[in-house]
């Protein structure tokens, strides 16, 4: 680079007369090396973009947002050919900042969403500003919030399922319960049409009448006895007697 510069050539013919004298311009640039974009968020939700660039001179910029040039409507603050642009609220897209010089071109793209205001506590620091919606990370729980959280929903899980143990044993008790009470109530209820023919039939053997003959025990008799002879006041006798049972 330091080569850079005004080069003038002088020219003698063979008796070391000058026949000429000639000017040169040598320019030396480098190309872009690299683009780099910074965005972020103001106070009124606007996003602002910075097209920062490395190596080349002189560049210039130019815009594109979703494919198109940004205008006016788009642009709260600079124009397609700044380097730091502000975007009105609600504005968001693929964005591309192409720098270019004269001997080279580069350029670089990121997408931008919205802004929206971000009030919360993250580890145990407060935080109110405008944030990008999209890959919001202020308000990410930390890993201690995260076990905490995950603990009570252990316990929380397991209180419901004891409630539901209790609850089916209970429904259970209950309907065992009233099973019971429906049966007794069945038996101490009014006869059904099995327990009248049953009745019928119980009623019907208890008048059958049998006549049988029975034949009865001779009872003993009182013997007196004077001397040899033997005087019974009842002798042996069979009695033959019908009853009816």
Not at 74 to 98: D, E, H, P, V, W
Request: charged share 20%; proline share 2%; glycine share 8%.
């Amino acid at each position: 680079m330091t080569d850079r510069g005004e080069y003038t050539l002088d020219t003698f013919d063979s008796d070391g007369r000058r026949t000429g004298k000639h000017k040169l311009e040598l320019s030396l640039e480098a190309p872009v090396s690299s683009v780099q974009l910074v965005s972020e968020c103001l106070s009124q939700g606007q996003v602002k973009v910075s097209c920062l660039s490395k190596g080349g001179e002189s560049p210039k910029y130019s815009w594109t947002l979703n494919g198109h040039i940004l205008t006016d409507s788009k642009l709260l603050s600079g124009n397609n050919t700044t380097n730091i642009i502000i975007l009105r609220q609600k504005i968001s897209g693929l964005l591309i900042c192409s720098v270019t010089t004269k001997v080279s071109s580069l350029f670089k793209e990121i997408y931008t969403s919205t802004c929206d205001f971000v009030n919360c506590t993250s580890n145990g620091v407060h935080i109110s500003k405008w944030a990008f919606k999209e890959n919001n990370t202020l308000c990410v729980e930390t890993m201690e919030d995260k076990h905490n959280i995950m603990g009570l929903l252990q316990i929380i899980v397991g209180a419901l399922g004891v409630l539901l143990i209790v609850l089916l044993v209970s429904m259970g008790f209950i309907c065992a319960k009233m099973n019971k009470q429906n049966n007794n109530e069945k038996d101490g209820g009014e006869p059904t049409d099995a327990d009248r023919r049953t009745g019928q039939q119980e009623q019907s053997m208890d008048i059958q009448v049998e006549y049988g003959k029975v034949k009865k025990e001779p009872r003993q008799s009182n013997v007196m006895t004077y001397g040899n002879m033997d005087y019974s006041v009842y002798g042996n006798m069979e009695e033959n007697v019908y009853a009816n049972i």
